[in-house]
């Protein structure tokens, strides 16, 4: 009988599963827009920015330039981007801290543990794209406002971004349980 960490020592030596690539593509495309919108901001915010706004997108949070870039910048870097890096921590280190679907029959043998990992990571890509596109549209919202004179967040930035971000979250979710994606798979031993 096998253990799910002797089942993952096996795994880690399996080749990586590579990535879908429309899933890479877009995220390259979401990280290109990023960097596009961060340096418009290093040329175009003033040295006073409102970063904080209530309901109405009344500003109630202000910071200097370099406090708004560094958030728009480290954020992501810190927060957002690392997120798929977990499957390798949790599927292939820890494979007991698994809570998914089938969790039984995916640690039951390392080419199963090692597809596992490349579903969750395809998922985590998605969840990441859905918020880095979030951030994004936050630090357009906060550009716009730093241009007005009553420094107003435009309620599309601020609603709006909230709105596809939780669509996005929930078009993930539905994509990762409502179908067959974590099922038992045939073509694996």
Not at 151 to 165: C, D, I, K, W, Y
């Amino acid at each position: 009988m096998t253990t799910t960490n002797s089942v993952a020592d096996e795994a880690r030596d399996l080749p990586k599963e590579p990535t879908s690539t429309w899933i890479l593509i877009l995220v390259v495309a979401t990280v290109v827009v990023w960097l596009a919108v961060l340096a418009w901001q290093v040329v175009v915010l003033p040295e006073r920015v409102p970063i904080h706004f209530r309901s109405g997108g009344e500003p109630d949070g202000w910071s200097s330039k370099a406090g708004a870039l560094a958030f728009s910048a480290l954020l992501p870097l810190l927060m957002v981007l690392p997120l798929p890096l977990l499957t390798t921590l949790i599927v292939l280190r820890a494979p007991e801290f698994i809570n998914g679907p089938n969790k039984e029959w995916w640690t039951a043998t390392a080419p199963r543990l090692r597809r596992f990992e490349r579903l969750l990571r395809e998922d985590l890509w998605l969840i990441t794209v859905v918020t880095l596109a979030l951030l994004v549209a936050m630090q357009v919202g906060i550009v716009r406002a730093a241009e007005t004179p009553d420094q107003r967040m435009p309620e599309e930035f601020l609603f709006g971004g909230l709105a596809v971000f939780g669509a996005g979250i929930v078009a993930v979710m539905v994509r990762m349980y409502a179908g067959s994606r974590y099922a038992e798979q045939p073509d694996l031993l």
